[in-house]
């Protein structure tokens, strides 16, 4: 069984957990380990989908 592991955010350099079961879910699901904390992947993901191309009627 896997164990917590500590990691530093690649955008705000803080450290955070990630989990003995967010590891499990992640390997289950083919994911890679996350680089960026909770906060930091929320923004991003906020930005992304400011960013155009986001399901609204052009006709």
């Given amino acids: 069984m896997s164990q917590d592991k500590e990691i530093k955010c690649k955008d705000c350099g803080q450290n ?30 906020s930005q992304k989908n400011d960013g155009g191309y986001g399901g609204g009627n052009r006709w």
Avoid: D, L, V, W
């Fill in 16 to 45: 955070f957990i990630f989990t003995a079961g967010e590891q499990e879910f992640f390997q289950s699901r083919g994911f890679s380990e996350p680089i960026r904390c909770k906060s930091c992947r929320e923004i991003r993901k």
